[in-house]
């Protein structure tokens, strides 16, 4: 009887746990991959589905066994410390993965600039990077962290029309007119300038 008891005192904390991550997974998990259309790492999914189950554990422990924590917690606090500050990168950028996938800052083939020194066309973003085909053609695989402490300027959105500007030096002896001249005439052969709004020339 003592040990049916024991049992079911058991199951009290268990069964409520596997009710919670059943929950995480639908009401969190699935939302997010319909979201993103695509698939949330497991190890994110086990890392949170083992704090449960690790709560559940410190409860069986200190009320239907009657035991103290203080030592127990402070063994796994180290331990749970050691896995954090060995993991942290990588579970950085995967939340930082889940907040870009969840606002759209960007999506695959725009052309983003990001920061000061990463420009490109984006080509794929995952859960732990943002791979980028830069002008050179070289590809750029940009961890999430980086990109969401960053300032990201979107050349595609709202509209794929933008401004840019481009200094060119030239020798003081030249006439500032035939400069402008000649400007305009290149402007005039490139095929991807559009003809409206004119583009300024400004001399200094």
Known sequence: MELIKLFFDILWWVIPAYLVNLAIRRFIWIPLEIRSNRSVPKILQNFLAFLVYLLAFFGIVAYVFDQRLTSLLATSGMVAMIIGLAIQVNIANIFSGIAINLEHPFRINDWVKIGEDFSGKV???TWRTIK????????????????????????????????????????????PEK????????????????NQPTPPFVLN
């Open 132 to 175: 980028i085909k830069k002008r050179d053609g070289s590809l750029l695989s940009l961890p999430n962290s980086i990109a969401s402490e960053s300032p990201i300027h979107n050349f595609n959105h709202p509209q794929r029309t933008f401004w840019s500007r481009i200094e060119i030096f030239v020798d003081p002896k030249h006439n």
């Open 179 to 194: 400069i402008k001249k000649f400007l305009w005439m290149l402007f005039c052969l490139s095929m991807v300038l559009l």
């Open 123 to 125: 080509v794929d973003i």
